[in-house]
């Protein structure tokens, strides 16, 4: 049973490998799971607190206190201190590499209380609360409901070839989000009770084992229905679930030895293939055996392929148009306009013409995913249990085009508002860290230019990669870490000191740029040109021209005034301007 399992596992996992391995490499970074793919380093993400004595105690990133004098430890931070481009003691992709848990989770909310505490500022308590606020959301919508999302993904990929980058929302789009992450919330909650008791924790664990696979078939389960249909089906199961997880102990000491690649690169994605094809095993028994609530398991086209003639039911709608001839050219004529809009998204058009344009690339898209579904290579989205009126009430592809071209409007919106953005990400981080309200970047306004002109370089240079997610992504990572770069030295060269160093994270180069930055700015840069861009584009569409630019001639000026004293008068001093951990150590002994 093992070794068929197994071989489907390996067979699907081929089909899909990049996408696989970005799924889970994905769920590692978030935090979600797989963040124990390395036991090999043990980082020190170092949090400082001192008490009532005036003395300085120094935690660890899983909250464990270093039991070390500061003079001590000043000199064994010094003797550690070096730009290693494979360091992991700062950041949370060292966590990850670092074998923490989800406890991690709470050890921001600890060091955000720690923080209010510590603070004397009303204002700087709220703001802490406020990102704690927002650290709860990312782990209720984001870190839960991802399981479940990454297991929907997989179960497709056993019966389909080509998977839509639109599936990593799909429980957004059916208005599912809340419930799904709820669910998940209370198995999350079951799970850490039971490990109370030991043992019972350990069984529990098997018993709930099949919730996320359930959920990812039908999401609109309830959280007590899911639980209990996993313990029906798991019944004569667990002992098995147990030796099939110990089956991936080579793996796991092959993880251990290779620094977490070889689980990042083939054996996490091996596994949740694997697990996939178990959870369609005991899937198949429990619909033979008509087990109780085995009903809610009614997601029958993700498991079997549809006849042509179910298939042509469901979209007679759209036959003609998929098999149509492809439209004539709205533009011939390649002048300067042309090749703007055509290389990068730009547009310059009248409104006539640029509907016309977004109107013709939508039909595009929508040829493509029927073509897909038709030839049964994709889902069937039609075919989906939950009621198709309610997933054309929620938001539909075509509203948010991502191949549309963009106004000169449009994009400088889109520069401000990520100026915004990370203004608030680096404050906020800064907050839950020191207590402290820091002011970020050289400029003196709310807005940190390499955000918002990296945004636009991601728009514009990169217009031709965004047919294909995967290519965006890399090409997103390419270009960041060459404006980061660039953007530190130039930094470094004209005021002679650092706004930020990277020293000490996983695979770093000079402290410029470091991995989990390129990865975030990655994930972004997806955000951006699939959601945020269009989404603002939307609204900005509805704005008078009247009241738009003038607002935007105001905006632009004030930025232009800021750049041109900050230029003089740079936003410099502790905690905006870079320093190294050794140096906050350092001034605490000395003082």
């Not at 080509?162 to 989000?177: D, E, G, T, V």
């Not at 178990?278 to 028994?285: L, Q, S």
């Not at 001839?325 to 013409?353: A, T």
């Not at 404006?483 to 180069?509: H, P, R």
Request: charged share 20%.
């Amino acid at each position: 049973m093992l070794k068929s399992l197994k071989k489907n596992g390996k067979k699907n996992l081929k089909k899909h490998y990049l996408l696989f391995v970005f799924i889970c490499f994905l769920a590692a970074f978030i935090g979600s799971e797989f963040t124990n793919s390395s036991n090999a380093t043990k980082g020190m993400d170092h949090m400082e607190v001192q008490n009532a004595d005036g003395e300085t105690i120094l935690y660890n990133d899983t909250g464990e206190i270093i039991e070390m004098h500061v003079a001590e430890t000043v000199e064994n931070l010094k003797s550690r201190n070096g730009n290693k481009i494979f360091e992991t003691n700062k950041g949370f992709l060292a966590m990850a590499i670092n074998t923490l848990s989800s406890g991690s989770f709470y050890l921001r909310i600890a060091q955000g209380i720690m923080s209010m505490v510590h603070s004397e500022q009303i204002g700087n308590i709220i703001l802490i609360i406020l990102v704690l606020i927002l650290l709860f959301f990312v782990y209720f919508y984001i870190q839960n409901a991802y399981k479940v999302v990454a297991r929907r993904i997989f179960l497709e990929g056993r019966i389909y070839s080509k998977i839509p980058s639109q599936r990593f929302a799909l429980i957004i789009r059916i208005k599912k989000w809340s419930k799904v992450a709820f669910t998940m919330f209370v198995l999350a909650a079951l799970k850490t009770l039971w490990m109370f008791t030991i043992i019972g924790g350990i069984i529990k664990k098997y018993s709930y084992y099949l919730v996320p696979y359930i959920v990812a078939e039908n999401p609109d389960i309830s959280a007590l229905k899911a639980i209990k249909l996993s313990r029906n089906m798991m019944k004569g199961y667990k002992w098995k679930c147990f030796l099939y997880e110990m089956s991936f102990i080579g793996w796991d000491i092959l993880s251990t030895v290779t620094a977490g690649l070889s689980a990042i690169f083939y054996s996490n994605p091996y596994k949740m293939t694997t697990f996939a094809e178990f959870y369609v095993m005991v899937r198949e028994k429990a619909k033979e055996n008509n087990i109780d609530l085995s009903e809610n398991l009614n997601d029958k086209y993700l498991f079997e392929v549809a006849t042509d003639e179910v298939l042509h039911e469901k979209y007679v709608d759209v036959l003609n148009d998929v098999y149509a001839q492809d439209e004539e050219k709205l533009v011939d004529k390649k002048d300067l306009r042309h090749l703007l809009n055509k290389y990068f998204g730009i547009s310059l058009y009248s409104k006539d013409f640029s509907d016309a344009y977004e109107k013709q690339q939508i039909r595009k898209m929508k040829r493509e995913k029927y073509q897909n579904i038709l030839e049964k290579k994709t889902y069937p989205d039609r075919l989906f249990t939950i009621n198709r009126k309610q997933k054309k009430k929620k938001l539909q592809i075509e509203s948010l085009n991502y191949l549309r071209s963009y106004k000169i409007t449009s994009l400088i919106v889109l520069f401000f508002v990520l100026c915004f953005i990370g203004w608030i990400y680096e404050v906020s981080i800064h907050l839950v860290r020191d207590g402290v309200f820091v002011n970020r970047g050289t400029m003196h306004g709310p807005w940190l230019p390499i955000y918002g002109w990296g945004g636009l370089l991601i728009i514009t240079l990169l217009y031709n990669f965004r047919t294909n997610p995967k290519k965006q992504f890399f090409a997103t990572i390419v270009l960041c870490g060459i404006v980061e770069y660039i953007s530190s030295f130039a930094l470094d060269v004209i005021y002679g000191q650092k706004w930020w160093d990277y020293s000490g994270y996983f695979v770093n180069l000079n402290g410029r740029i470091c991995l989990e930055g390129l990865l975030i700015f990655g994930l972004g840069g997806l955000a951006i040109s699939y959601i945020i861009a269009p989404m603002l584009d939307n609204a900005l569409r509805k704005v008078s021209k009247k009241a738009l630019v003038p607002m935007l001639v105001g905006l632009v000026t004030i930025f232009i005034i800021d750049q041109i004293y900050s230029w003089k008068v740079p936003n410099v001093g502790q905690g905006i301007t870079s320093y190294s951990y050794v140096e906050k150590v350092e001034s605490i002994a000395n003082k």
